[in-house]
């Protein structure tokens, strides 16, 4: 059993309210609210599966939030609030100040107040951390995967692959900037960020769309020169994938006013297959399966 | 360490912004949100710590869900969406299938629909589920800890103690339509709910209110005719502790439309002490620290 096979399974046991603008499936569920709209996402990370052991906490809680955060950024949003839950066993007063510490100087870095949660004890020496990231955005910025059309350029945001041993997994940066810069300016409504790799994500994306792609290796931005394959499979990318129309990329091309790199890596075609190609030549029986969190 | 301890040492280090009209400390967050206000609060169980591992996972799954509902219900308000992360290892494709039909049974049941998560695997061979919840209540009608006012009584709905062995700790009904009803008519604007027992919970609502009480233990209302320590440390009774001022004390009598009793046990004194008494005579040195989640 892995994440995306039992996702199929339970994704349909749930009802959606009236209230809930976007269902489970996408980065985040936009929940109207008032007179607003309320972005909610909820993540976790493990000992042992999402970090080592005795990684420094600070870094522990901080990939906690961004991983969340990078999931606000998707939508195009700006997050507000965090609540978090955490079980822990053998670990030291120490390690918890400094756990929460560097939660909150993650959270006031990025503009948001940690407002709840709960702690207990767990039975076994691992620590099990959740958290949920509350934002915002207008109904008509939202950014979704299922907004991809034919003869789009897919673009990504940084760079991608060897995200375990550059220590990418724990010190990257959510775009959140650059998600808010592309859903305020109208430059793209068709986003996700890029979690378990290229390879597994751009696919949740062009299901969404009902859509296929031609993905040109040679085009991906492979961090510190690694092998495309990683670059794609890697997955702990916390990177924005997203598609631009042909006007909208010069727009894109002109207005972009961030460090941050952005690749145009491919097409969106109306084909629902997706080709990857490598210099012209397509590369056939491509097995990517990107990073599965679940595996039991 | 403590859960206790550990909390006045944590909750110090989290700055609060503006639009966080009660911080964490309360049994949730109220949160302004366009021209609304916004409630959420986290909690988490953990397998062998707040349920047996052979416990029916509809079970598991509503436990975690009342949890959160009586942390709304204690506040006067709605519920409105759930969010849940589930780390899990050594379940088979039918455990998770039914944990999460359980967990929609449960939400359709009381009005939530929930809206996202994250499934992960854990390195050992336990369980732990967190979830969010997020509801909503207007800011004239919020019930808080620092609202009790010597004179009042002081209530609680349902009965208390013998939670585990009755398995009321995972069979109880949350109490939101009485604490949405002691809200909406104004007869209390104080209230929490009672998850580590009143013995344990009654100081966090005096500490926030700067006041005493006086407890009359033959008054607790206590389950299977259970002793009275039981009923005021065993914990996990998720009824609601409230006060009201006598003349709303009569207004309730009179205007209480629901199956749940309610019962007086005491009265809120200026005195910031508490004390026991039994028929009349105080009983001194009670050591009761209620239930503590967290003790590593």
């Known amino acids: 059993m892995n994440e ?24 985040c569920a936009l929940l109207e609210f008032g007179n607003k709209f309320l972005l909610a996402a909820a993540d976790q990370v493990i000992s042992n599966v999402h970090y080592l052991v005795d990684t ?30 955490l079980a822990v066993k053998g670990r030291s007063d120490e390690w918890m100040i400094r756990f929460f510490t560097g939660l909150e100087a993650c959270a006031e870095k990025y503009g948001v107040a940690v407002v709840g949660g709960d702690l207990a004890a767990l039975p076994g020496e691992l620590d099990c951390a959740s958290l949920t990231i509350l934002g915002e955005v207008e109904l008509e910025k939202v950014c979704l995967r299922k907004n991809a059309q034919a003869g789009d350029f897919i673009m990504v945001t940084g760079s991608l692959g060897d995200t375990f041993h550059s220590q990418h997994h724990l010190t990257f940066e959510p775009r959140l900037k650059e998600g808010r810069f ?80 952005v690749s145009c890596i491919g097409r969106i075609v109306e084909n629902k297959e997706t080709v990857y190609t490598l210099n012209g030549t397509a590369v056939p029986n491509l097995e990517m399966t990107g990073y599965e969190h679940f595996n039991s």
């Open 4 to 27: 995306s096979s039992i996702l199929q399974k339970i994704l349909p046991i749930f009802h959606a309210g009236n209230d809930v603008a976007v269902p489970p499936g996408d980065d």
């Open 182 to 261: 592309l859903a305020e300016n109208g430059l793209t409504r068709c986003m996700m960020d890029i979690s378990d790799g290229v390879a597994a994500d751009l696919p949740k994306l062009l299901t969404e769309s009902n859509a296929g792609a031609v993905v040109e290796l040679e085009k991906l931005p492979c961090r510190n020169n690694c092998h495309w394959k990683n670059a794609l499979c890697d997955g702990e990318d916390y990177e924005l994938l997203f598609t631009v129309s042909e006007p909208n990329r010069q727009r894109l091309e002109q207005m972009w006013q961030f460090d941050t790199p």
């Open 56 to 85: 420094a906490p600070e870094l522990v809680a901080g990939k906690l939030l961004k991983r969340n955060l990078s999931d606000i950024a998707a939508m195009g949003g700006i997050p507000r609030w965090a609540l978090l839950t």
